[in-house]
């Protein structure tokens, strides 16, 4: 989408260059005689930039600039102003100019102070949009879980969150690495900086590069205009990189270089860029086993991994299970919806290889198809149904905090002892073992007749 600008000016030779030129560069015009007449455009068009003349006759360019910041704060007003009259650039900087330039000029000052100017105009929609999505889903409190496993990792985030660190978020698919990342920035200094996220496997190789740190105009067929990266929008704040593991091998030493230099290179260009960007990534991958198979840099993880914190499959953290359907139950209804006893000891004994994510999905569907307020066993998916079966019809019921497998062994051959009136033939037909198998185990054991009596 082109760029709208306003000019205002009552030179007519001065206003009819200005809207040529601009009009050259591909932006979306219009021009004003009069201040009047140019508050009037502006209003009409809510454009992205204003350049006014500052001195007009009638209403001059700094009544302009003060009722165009009156009515629309956001709005970015460039001052034009005769050569020698510092003192009125810097009152109308005072007044909210983003910026002057002085008479008589040539294109190409005009195309880089207004290009400079739309630039910024573009970072601050962006990082006004980021900090809404920040403070949708960035709550720390909506990280639930009790067990002492995701204790750990909420100790971990309010120990490192304050500091500059380097921070790598590891887990399987769908534990929340996201949302700790976005837990970690909107408890920092940077909360108030743009949280920007990418997903490193989700963008075409071809067009990564570009994503991450720019490219200039001309870098490569196709590249029209310049373009800002991830890490220039993220300047002054955090930036996510999801499945940083699956970086291209070829990108790990830019990405090394900007962590280590603060700086980044646009493709295309030839002058590095200052930054002051956080980095904190995640991966699902092994990245030891990725550094073994020379598919990832060991000097770069060693960067990206200043802090470790690693996310607990659901599976191991069952505890918390009860607690997210009911989080998702309040997420996904306002109807006071729950769970008959059934149904949540099924949910909370399946193994969960999508994590957290399958669980959210599972339970959104069920609360849109159910019959009731209350869920029943019945009404779970066939898999949840299958696996419940199962597990009814296993002969040994393992307890949660583990069992010795030598003890179990040494229970399963004194109750085949039992059964079998402590004949050891029968016993070992019945366990479908030789009897020398049983002899040996009965020694091993030290099992007796009379000692376990």
């Known amino acids: 989408m082109k760029a709208k600008i306003v000019v205002i000016d009552d030179d007519t030779s001065l206003r009819r260059v200005l809207e040529y030129n601009l009009q050259e560069e591909g932006y979306e015009v219009a021009a004003a005689a009069s201040g009047e007449d140019g508050l009037k455009l502006f209003k009409q068009l809510q454009p992205d930039l ?34 020698g009259t510092v003192d009125v650039a810097v009152e109308a900087m005072k007044a ?15 195309r880089l102070t207004v290009k400079k100017a ?32 995701m204790e750990k990792v909420f100790a971990m985030v309010r120990k490192v969150a304050d500091t500059e660190a380097s921070v790598l978020i590891t887990g399987e698919s769908g534990t929340g ?17 743009p949280f920007v996220a990418i997903n490193c496997s989700a963008i075409p190789r071809e067009l990564l590069e ?9 870098a490569f067929t196709g590249a ?11 300047d002054g704040g955090t930036i996510f990189l999801d499945e940083v593991g699956e970086l291209l091998l070829e990108l790990q030493p830019k990405l ?13 260009g030839t002058k590095p860029q200052k930054l002051d960007v956080r980095v904190i990534s995640a991966t699902s991958l092994n990245m030891e086993k990725a550094i073994a198979d020379g598919t990832f840099r060991d000097d770069l993880y060693y960067r990206l991994s200043v802090i470790p914190i690693h996310l607990p499959p659901l599976r191991e953290r069952r505890k918390d299970i009860p607690l997210l359907i009911k989080y998702f139950c309040t997420k996904h209804s306002s109807d006071k919806i729950s769970f008959d006893k059934e149904a949540l000891e099924a949910l909370t004994n399946f193994s969960w290889p999508g994590n957290v994510r399958e669980l959210e999905n599972t339970v959104e569907r069920l609360l849109i198809m159910r019959s009731s307020d209350v869920i029943s066993f019945g009404e779970l998916p066939n898999k949840f149904l299958e696996h419940t079966g199962a597990s009814k019809n296993r002969v040994v019921r393992l307890p949660e ?30 366990l479908r073992i030789p009897r020398h198998t049983l002899i040996y185990r009965i020694e091993k054991y030290g099992i007796g007749k009379e000692s376990d009596e």
């Open 210 to 218: 570009s994503e991450l740190f720019g490219h200039t105009k001309g």
């Open 50 to 83: 204003v350049i006014t003349d500052m001195k007009m006759t009638g209403m001059d360019g700094l009544k302009v600039l003060k009722s165009i910041k009156e009515s629309s704060p956001d709005t970015l007003v460039i001052i034009i102003t005769a050569f």
């Open 256 to 268: 090394l270089r900007v962590l280590q230099e603060k700086e980044v290179e646009p493709l295309g």
């Open 401 to 430: 905090e583990g069992y010795s497998l030598e003890q179990l062994e040494r229970e399963i051959v004194i109750e085949a002892l039992e059964r079998n009136a402590w004949n050891q033939t029968a016993a070992a037909r019945f």
């Open 177 to 193: 690495k996201e949302l700790i990342a976005r837990s970690i920035h909107a408890n920092s200094s940077r909360r108030d900086g």
């Open 118 to 149: 739309l630039q910024f105009s573009g970072m601050a929609e962006e990082n006004k949009r980021l900090k809404v999505a920040l403070t949708d889903k960035a709550d720390f409190r909506s990280i639930v879980g009790s067990s002492l496993e």
């Open 224 to 234: 029209i205009k310049e373009k800002m990266g991830k890490f220039q929008l993220a």
């Open 96 to 110: 909210g100019a983003y910026d002057y330039i002085t008479k008589p000029f040539n294109r190409e000052a005009l």
